[in-house]
């Protein structure tokens, strides 16, 4: 989800950021005034929750993680990874549960809140406790994401409930034993210097070399590039989602493990869509890989995630299970050479829109069950990006289609949704099926009409 200018070996070397970490930051200095890497996560807990304990609990997590004490400075122009010995992290404490409707009431502080600049000198995370009702209550938590990703926000709200459960006993410490993310700074530049890395930077630039041409979606002119963004959520029925884990471990489809399986046919629906919406054959996704190659690295928070250009070419007969093969091909080949960060430069671009795959479903607060929402700040790089994700420990789907909304008009961003879920349907009644058949964006009712349609035509050429 970066849209930067290419990152210098010399910037690179000046600064102690990771390249991804200098690519958020070169991002944030293009668009000053936008949110873009604001990470919004909002907890619902199915339970009451102590604002005290609470505190404590995150001021220990704090102590605990360098990358939340992480600050960034500039020295002669080049930006500087600080983290300061303490930050202090009162929770703010706000009870809407007094309001008429509590619900209303959150969604507005959520609204007014979620588009907050962080002053990089000083603390990048925003957090508070909302009183819903006495038995339930939302713990907000936003970071930049020079300090963590996604995988991140699921370990903070881990080691979160961990503590919280802890100082309920009495039993909470001022600092945790975490693991730190300066490991994986010290980890980057080492294999900076390996001949991995120089492998992989030779891939990246001959695969990246030809250019892509622009997508012209619905036949509009190609797009300008924009920051303006909206949500469009979408939750998959339970059918839906059995039938898509029935078809991950079909042979021929399974790739090493069910989540992988998942992630490759995601990323060939999503490239259907393109080609279909946009007539272009040449397609690229950047696809989000989390890029914890190592057990510690698993349990740290901190910003790791790499973007990876998958680039396909769909072919006149391919069929939904050909070009599942292709993407799985590409894909494979690409996770073998995830050392160097490619970034997507606005005049060069690395890939047209952008998928994230996520199986990271929340566990329990301190028992009590959790519902989390990523909240979209309304400013985007993409003119299109694809989360899919579980939000509940019950294993319920949601897809969020982030579409740039000067492209898009509210009506477009419904249709758009429909035209996945009719492509994804197609898929699931026959995964040999040409991705090229005619009609597949349509309604049943639309292609009750053109059959309808043709069926008179016929009968007046046969009336002559």
């Avoid at 668009?31 to 807990?45: H, S």
């Avoid at 983290?83 to 809407?96: F, G, H, K, Q, R």
């Avoid at 924009?226 to 021929?252: K, N, Y």
Wanted: with cysteine; net charge negative; charged share 25%.
């Amino acid at each position: 989800m970066m849209t930067t200018p290419s990152d210098s070996a010399e910037s690179y070397e000046q600064s102690n950021l990771t390249r991804s970490q200098l690519l958020f930051w070169a991002g944030q200095r293009l668009q000053p005034e936008a949110p873009l890497y604001n990470m919004v996560g909002l907890y619902t807990i199915s339970s009451k929750v102590e604002p005290a304990h609470l505190e404590r609990a995150f001021q220990t997590l704090v102590n605990s993680s360098d990358a939340l004490r992480t600050t960034i400075e500039e020295r002669a122009g080049a930006p500087y990874l600080k983290v300061v010995p303490w930050l202090d992290c009162a929770m703010e404490y706000v009870d809407c549960s007094r309001a008429a409707d509590a619900e209303r009431e959150l969604v507005v502080w959520v609204e007014g809140r979620r588009r907050i600049l962080f002053d990089m000198t000083k603390r990048l995370f925003d957090c508070a406790l909302l009183k819903i009702s006495d038995e339930k209550f939302a713990c907000y938590i936003n970071n930049h994401q020079i300090i963590g990703d996604a995988w991140a926000g699921y370990l903070i709200h881990q080691r979160l409930s961990e503590l919280y459960a802890l100082s309920l006993e009495g039993r909470l410490e001022e600092k945790a034993a975490l693991p730190p993310f300066r490991a994986y700074v010290e980890y980057e530049r080492e294999v900076r210097r390996s001949a991995r890395y120089r492998k992989a930077e030779a891939y990246w630039k001959d695969k990246l070399r030809e250019p892509l041409e622009p997508v012209s979606l619905y036949g509009s002119e190609p797009p300008t590039q924009t920051v303006r963004g909206a949500r469009t959520p979408c939750r998959l029925d339970a059918g839906r989602v059995r039938r898509l884990r029935t078809l991950a471990q079909r042979e021929g489809v399974f790739v090493g493990t069910p989540d992988l399986s998942l992630f490759i046919i995601f990323a060939t629906l999503l490239f259907v869509y393109l080609h279909l919406v946009s007539v272009t054959s040449r397609l690229s996704l950047g696809v989000m890989h989390h890029n914890r190659v190592t057990k510690a690295f698993a349990e740290t928070i901190g910003m790791f995630m790499e973007v990876l250009p998958l680039r396909i070419e769909i072919e006149e007969g391919d069929t939904f299970m050909t070009l599942t093969r292709k993407v799985a091909a590409e894909a494979l080949e690409s996770f073998k050479n995830v050392q160097y960060t490619t970034g997507n430069p606005i005049r060069h671009k690395s890939y047209q829109a952008t998928l994230n795959y996520i199986n990271a479903p929340l566990s329990t607060f301190n028992g009590a069950e959790v519902e989390a929402e990523w909240i979209h700040t309304g400013y985007q790089n993409e003119i299109l990006d694809l989360n899919v994700r579980q939000f509940n420990p019950r294993g319920d789907w949601i897809l969020e289609f982030d579409f740039d909304c000067d492209l898009f008009t509210a009506d477009e961003q419904l249709g758009a949704v429909e035209h996945f879920l009719r492509i994804l349907d197609a898929l699931l009644d026959d995964i040999n099926c040409p991705v090229n058949r005619p009609g597949m964006l349509l309604s049943e009712t639309q292609r009750q009409r053109l059959r309808a349609l043709e069926n008179e035509a016929c009968l007046d050429f046969a009336r002559g």
